[in-house]
């Protein structure tokens, strides 16, 4: 008799990262996706040396060259294109792996076609997971089209909604907003600063991010990705409702808050304008949980550390998670993996989940716009470099990606 296989709810990132890397120990699995067809939806992300590490273990490399940009360039600029701080990242920085600027969409198309390939019929769609039941040394997964599924284990990798979740913790108190609405777009557009440059610039108010994630439809440009972020509402009342969510911007909501900027060498409001089509997003975390596993069920991911988009290590740490799970199931019971794995992650994603609501490395340009509102002639003046270096270099240190 066969063993039962590790059903896997949710096919994002964390799920399908999780899928692969159990076939490639040999632990039967099922991936379970609620929609009926995978399309490649997002905009840009970025995944950072150490997670990029187990995607190359998984043979993905080459496939992630073919879409994304390995990240040279790390820069920190106030509003007014002054620069506060710069670092190489990735192979660059030393790492052995490069940093990705990739589009999530096909990030996660890197993933599924993978997942497709080697995991055949384990790969299933439209299964939207609704409930589950535990009895002796079985999981009963349950869908919304009435499929029931038996497996050794249940995952969650059902996103920042988790039915999972909810099921473990239903006192929870749900999805928290912190009053910064995102905007959030990406274009062909000529190359900037070498191609391989992401930029973060801004003060207390509001903050743009840029960065390159694919080549471009003509030479000399790139795919951009373009982020605007500003504090619009109060973080005291709830979030806005899930209806809301990833709704198409509008230029005359998000131009007020990029006049408010200057990049020597980029025209950030004609970038903006040419977008045919971009996005608004609330951000929003969840309060870290006191435990993700109850039995032979736990949570991963966003499920279980939903975060802030700072420090570029969303996606990063599920893969994180994906590989510490599956290691522990390959080398001990089940219940026992479930327990080994959260006693590692738990603690080290909570640490990264608290350090974004307070900013995370972009607190470099936090810190200087309070100090220097209207701009600075000489950063010296305004703080020193061991003060930025501990704030920057301390965060990829949490974190688990310094050299």
């Known amino acids: 008799m066969s063993a039962a296989p590790i059903l896997i709810g949710g096919g ?37 040396p150490h997670a990029i590490a187990e995607l190359e273990q998984l043979g993905l490399l080459p496939a992630l060259d073919a879409v994304g ?27 052995s792996m490069p940093q990705f600027s990739i589009h999530r969409g096909r990030l996660h198309g890197v993933l599924w076609h993978a997942a497709a390939e080697r995991l055949g019929s384990a790969l299933r769609t439209g ?18 089209d009435g499929t029931r599924i038996e497996g050794a284990a249940l995952i969650g990798a059902d996103g920042i909604h988790s039915v999972l979740r909810q099921a473990l913790h239903p006192e929870d108190g749900g999805i928290r907003w912190n009053g910064i609405q995102m905007w959030r777009g990406a274009i062909d557009w000529p190359a900037y600063e070498g191609g391989d440059t992401m930029i973060v610039a801004g003060d207390m108010k509001e903050k743009l991010v840029l960065y390159p994630i694919g080549e471009g439809g003509t030479p000399g440009t790139r795919l951009t990705n373009w982020v605007v972020c500003a504090q619009i509402g109060d973080p005291a009342k709830p979030p806005r409702r899930r209806e809301d969510w990833s709704r198409p911007g509008r230029l ?31 951000m929003c975390d969840r309060d870290p949980l006191p435990f993700w596993t109850q039995g032979r069920v736990t949570l991963l991911g966003d499920a279980a ?93 949490m974190a688990g990606f310094a050299r």
């Open 12 to 48: 994002g990132i964390g799920g399908l990262a999780l899928g692969l890397m159990l076939h490639q120990r040999g632990i039967p699995c099922i991936v379970a996706e609620s929609a009926p067809e995978v399309k490649q939806l997002g905009v840009g992300i970025n995944t950072l």
């Open 69 to 95: 940009i390995r990240t040279r360039e790390l820069r920190y600029l106030d509003r007014f294109g002054s620069r506060i701080w710069t670092e190489a990242r990735g192979l660059h920085a030393g790492h």
């Open 127 to 144: 299964l939207r997971l609704t409930g589950h039941s535990q009895q002796g040394d079985r999981v009963l997964a349950e869908f919304a």
């Open 252 to 282: 005359e909501d998000v131009l007020p808050h990029v006049h408010r900027f200057r990049v020597p060498w980029l025209d950030v409001e004609a970038l903006v304008r040419a977008t045919p089509e971009f996005w608004e997003y609330p």
């Open 305 to 397: 550390h939903p975060m802030y988009p700072v420090g570029s290590n969303g996606a990063s740490q599920a893969i994180l998670d994906a590989r510490k799970l599956a290691d522990a199931l390959a080398a001990m019971p089940v219940q026992q993996a479930l327990a080994e794995y959260e006693s590692v992650r738990l603690p080290a994603t909570r640490e990264v989940v608290l350090t974004n609501r307070r900013g995370g490395p972009e607190r470099v340009v936090d810190v200087v716009s309070e100090r220097a509102p209207d701009g600075f002639e000489r950063l010296e003046d305004v703080i020193a470099v061991e003060e930025l270096a501990a704030i920057a270099r301390g965060y990829a240190q």
